[in-house]
């Protein structure tokens, strides 16, 4: 494996994780937003729907930026401009002035993770074996040291833009600096895209765009409501709530540091499969969980099987479509926030309108669905690792050295 193919690894690596951090700084603190800038609770929704509607929109722009300019390029740019998004939030004191930043940030957060999982694809497909769940362990170690973090700023009663100001002098330099090594990769494969010609076929990648959807379903039911689930209706303390989200992450990354080896010895198709199954089977113990502690071991089972879901989802876009994998992952990424949208909502209203025990099982029945469409993970017997893993690096574009 050449230098030039690690260099790219490690710094589009640093690029997952500087995102997690980004992203859980600016989450995990939406109490403290609210309060700094005096939104009320009847608006608060507006605001935090407004970051992935526009988040979906920057998607859809990549798609038609990346025919003139490198996914590279783009990441180099974007995460910069959402680390400053992210300042903007915690530096203003104007309601007006929050909506801007929180627009900004959603439409370069829609730019940086289209284009981080373009570059994820093209160097899988250069390393020639499953490498995806990586990536996205790096993202989750970001989340937990931004959550982390946030919880330190909370503590020390800090204000926002002082919590936000170190982590943006020190990750925006280093990302501009690692954005050198960057690789683009050219695609050639030998197979014919799926979807035909150099085009994506909606209806083939449809079961992607579902699987992306209810995994993100499950994602936003444990982030907006375990706490108020093990608190409320498991008769847990109000520490032992924060408890289940960070274990879940941790599950996650431990997860998506151990898939790839998975991969490799079983199988995208299996492994997707086993994930799924494994989700479902932690919603169904958070759902007849008797304690607040039986409820956290769901909770639990639900990060390690969701955690290989949408990976493995970005990684098959590229395999179905090898010569349009550009625009395949940025029309799937559209659906990751199509998820976060609908799932804390229809979990809240539906846990009003009957028993929040009776909600959990509404990701736990989307997810296991994915059963069904796990097929479209393995296209052609296509298989990374073992006798198809390829001994030599192949498929590798420019190094993004320049600007």
């Known amino acids: ?78 995460q910069p401009v959402v680390l400053l998004a992210l300042l903007g939030v915690g530096a203003g004191d104007q309601v007006a002035g929050l909506a801007v930043a929180l627009g900004v940030f959603g439409l370069s957060v829609g730019a940086l993770d289209a284009s981080m999982n373009m570059l994820g694809v093209s160097l899988q497909r250069a390393y020639g074996r499953s490498i995806m769940l990586s990536f996205h362990a790096a993202y989750s170690l970001g989340g937990i040291l931004g959550a982390s973090l946030a919880w330190v700023g909370a503590h020390g009663e800090l204000a926002l833009w002082v919590s936000y100001l170190p982590v943006v002098l020190v990750l925006l330099p280093a990302t501009l600096v690692g954005s050198r090594w960057y690789v683009d990769g050219e695609g050639g494969l030998e197979s014919e895209p799926a979807g035909g010609g150099g085009g994506v076929a909606f209806r083939v990648l449809l079961p992607l765009c579902l699987v992306m959807t209810f995994a993100y379903i499950g994602d936003s039911t444990v982030s907006n409501w375990s706490a108020k689930y093990v608190k409320d209706v498991l008769g847990g303390s109000e520490q032992l709530a924060t408890v289940p989200y960070n274990v879940y992450m941790v599950t996650t990354l431990v997860g998506r540091a151990l ?128 006798g198809h893993e390829r001994p030599r690096t192949a498929d590798v574009g420019r190094g993004s050295n320049g600007l």
């Open 1 to 78: 494996m050449t230098d030039v193919l690690r260099r790219g690894r490690a710094s589009l690596a640093f690029g997952f994780f500087t995102q997690g951090v980004a992203f859980a700084l600016l989450v995990t603190r939406i109490p403290a937003v609210q309060e700094r800038y005096g939104v009320s609770d009847a608006l608060l929704p507006v605001f935090l729907a407004a970051v992935p509607v526009l988040a979906g929109c920057g998607s859809v722009a990549t798609e038609k930026l990346v025919r003139r300019i490198p996914p590279s390029r783009l990441l180099r740019w974007s």
């Open 259 to 386: 898939g790839d080896l998975g991969v490799r010895r079983l199988g995208a198709v299996v492994v997707v499969r086993l994930g799924a199954v494994l989700a479902a089977g932690g919603f169904v113990v958070v759902a007849a969980a008797p304690g607040a502690w039986a409820g956290m071991l769901g909770f639990t089972l639900v990060g390690l099987g969701l955690c290989v879901l949408v990976p493995q989802t970005f990684a098959a876009a590229g395999r179905l479509f090898p010569g349009s994998s550009d625009a395949a992952i940025a029309r799937l990424n559209i659906f990751n926030y199509v998820g976060f949208l609908v799932g804390s909502p229809l979990v809240g209203a539906l846990g009003d309108a009957w028993s929040y025990r009776g909600a959990m099982l509404v990701p736990m029945a989307l997810v296991l669905v994915t059963v069904v469409y796990a097929r479209s993970f393995g296209p052609g017997g296509d298989r990374y690792g073992g």
